[in-house]
């Protein structure tokens, strides 16, 4: 029974844990770690209430040191696709009418487990899985996905809120049905909380979902997996597969039923994704929603009066944190001439304290790089710039994967501000500085606007409140995430809805309404409570 129009508890940021030394809080988590990274973990796919084990074996590595086995998990092929999309169809229709307070309380329980009894559990599948530090790992595991599943509730009951007028003797309602069909969710491998939020958010919203994580994140996802259980999310609500994307891809986007693509990843990998969708769009029942948010060139852009020591850190941060691994990360700079000497030593100063090693050891600061493709990649960018005339690495350059996917944070100076590392989205410890002419001010706001096809987020620095206006304007498309001295990076669920457009995405900002609107599927009904019973106007006389 629902007779009741319910509050739901107000969301607020979960409380970011520092884990100084000396504080539990480390102890706890260290133990976590270790304890995960002694065992050997068994991991399954879960479609239905089944745990399938198809034999087939995918090794689970940490990526600073690939030589070191945490478990497998077992890979599916087109059977396993088709069981998904059967169990989720099977789950939709209890699921789609199950009363939204039951729903909603099944994902703040997950907040609930995810902020208490795995905190340490979740952030150290991460740590070990994607090779984040610890403090990396807390705001993505642990605070930024309790945000997503605590603020979603929150804004479903505003959208379900969101009713039209009624004339006298009408009554209107809209009615926000889930899709009619499945949503298929795919996810990166950089954040645990955004692929736990890819398949929670439809489903929140009454959708069922086939979720295909990245491998590489498989380790934590069963973590993820596993907490949505203990909320006690009914068999089949999402059902996690694992498969080569392809494979799941050729099922999916040819069958009848598929209603929805929640994306997180690359720019091509989605355009293509697309281009699949459209080529098939007479196959579906209904237009499927298609939400992206994938690969950013993220700037900083010094103003000459900001304070020079701001906009170090800013890069120290924005660029390196968590290897460069984040769609946000700062990857150009732009810095005026009379504050190039500042920056730079302050830059190099910082590097040079830069600890790089396993995320058990605290004081490192950088870790791996996620696998050895994308070691591959950036160390390969790295030598094309020890090739060019045009740029030179003044800090960094090494790379080194005999026992980790180690790659040194490296900073590239070009004085061709088209120059290939200004462009191309590298994802991973490298960033690139164009200097300018502190005259040039207003020309180079028109290059940061037009030198990547990207606009996902990017930060101006300066003391002049002119200057940050004239870029706020110049650079209006730029990003869909603009921050005013403050790096590009950290985007908070609540507080700064994430998402860009351009090549970034579709822009539909996760940890906002807007995002929600995207899973529903909204039915006008017009009651009439005493309809008329004669069929002429009073102008026909
Ligand atoms: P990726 O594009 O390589 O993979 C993303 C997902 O797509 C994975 O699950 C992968 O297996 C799957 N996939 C790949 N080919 C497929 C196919 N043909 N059919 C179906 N699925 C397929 O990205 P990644 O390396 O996991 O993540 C890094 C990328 O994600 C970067 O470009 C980064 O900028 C972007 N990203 C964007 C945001 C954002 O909010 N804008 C957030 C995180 C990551």
């Known amino acids: 029974m629902s007779n009741g129009i319910f509050n739901v508890p107000v969301a607020s940021n979960e409380p970011i844990y520092d884990y100084a030394p000396g504080t539990p809080e480390r102890e706890a988590l260290l133990a976590s770690y270790k304890e995960q990274y002694a065992a050997t973990v068994d991991v399954p796919m879960y479609i239905g209430g089944e745990e399938v084990r198809t034999g087939q074996l995918g090794k689970l590595t940490p990526p600073h040191e ?3 086995v945490l478990g497998h998990y077992h890979i599916g092929d087109e059977s396993h696709v088709k069981a998904a999309v059967d169990s989720a169809l099977a789950a939709r229709k209890q699921w789609g009418a199950m009363p939204w307070e039951h729903r909603a309380a099944i994902f703040l329980k997950a907040a609930e487990l995810i902020s208490t009894k795995y905190r340490y559990k979740i952030n150290a599948a991460t740590m070990l899985a994607q090779g984040k530090n610890c403090f990396q790992a807390e705001i993505d595991a642990v605070c930024e996905f309790a945000d997503f599943l605590r603020f979603n509730v929150e804004y479903m009951t505003q959208i379900y809120s969101d009713q039209p007028e009624s004339a006298p003797g009408i009554w209107n309602r809209l009615e926000y049905r889930p899709l009619e069909g499945f949503v298929f969710a795919v996810t990166p491998f950089n954040f645990t909380a955004i692929a736990g939020n890819l398949p929670a958010t439809p489903a929140l919203m009454g959708n069922t979902v086939v979720w295909k994580p990245a491998d590489s994140q498989i380790f934590s996802a069963n973590v993820v997996m596993e907490i949505f259980k203990e909320a006690g999310l009914p068999d089949g609500v999402i059902n996690l597969i694992y498969v080569d994307g392809p494979v799941a891809g050729d099922y999916i986007f040819s069958h ?13 990998v989605f355009q293509h994704l697309w281009k699949t969708i459209g080529t098939n769009i007479d196959k579906y029942r209904a237009y499927p929603r298609i939400v992206g948010e994938t690969g950013g060139k993220d700037f900083v852009v010094a103003h000459p009066s900001a304070p020079a020591q701001q906009v170090v850190t800013a ?20 810095i005026p001439s009379s504050m190039w000497p500042a920056v730079k030593e302050g ?7 830069f600890k790089m090693g396993s995320p058990e050891d605290m004081g490192n600061f950088i870790n791996a790089v996620i696998d050895e493709r994308a070691f591959d990649k950036i160390a390969s960018y790295i030598d094309f710039v020890k090739e060019q005339d045009d740029a030179e690495i003044i800090a960094g350059g090494g ?6 996917y180690f790659v ?5 100076v070009t004085s061709n501000p088209k120059f290939r590392t200004m462009v191309e989205e590298i ?3 490298v960033l690139t500085i164009y200097v300018y002419e502190d005259a040039d001010w207003a020309a180079t706001l028109e290059l940061v606007d037009n030198t990547s096809d990207y606009a996902l987020t990017g930060a101006i620095y300066s003391a002049d409140r002119y200057a ?8 209006e498309n730029a990003a869909g995430n603009f921050y005013i001295n403050d790096k590009p990076t950290g985007a908070v669920v609540g507080q700064q809805p994430f998402g860009g457009s351009r090549g970034s995405g579709t822009n539909d900002k996760a940890g906002s309404y807007m995002n929600l609107l995207r899973w529903v599927n909204a039915r006008t009904i017009k009651e009439c409570l005493v309809p008329p019973t004669d069929y002429r106007y009073p102008f026909l006389g």
């Open 399 to 404: 790379y080194d994967k005999s026992v980790g």
């Open 256 to 268: 009848r039923d598929f209603a929805g693509l929640h994306f997180t990843g690359s720019t091509a």
């Open 427 to 429: 994802f991973g410890p």
């Open 408 to 412: 040194e944070p490296t900073v590239v």
């Open 315 to 334: 890069l120290s941060r924005g660029a390196f944190e968590f290897q460069g691994q984040k769609c946000s990360a700062a990857s150009r700079a732009y």
């Open 347 to 353: 830059l190099l100063a910082d590097l040079a304290t």
């Open 66 to 68: 690939h030589g070191h």
């Open 468 to 475: 940050a206006i004239e870029a706020a304007n110049a650079l």
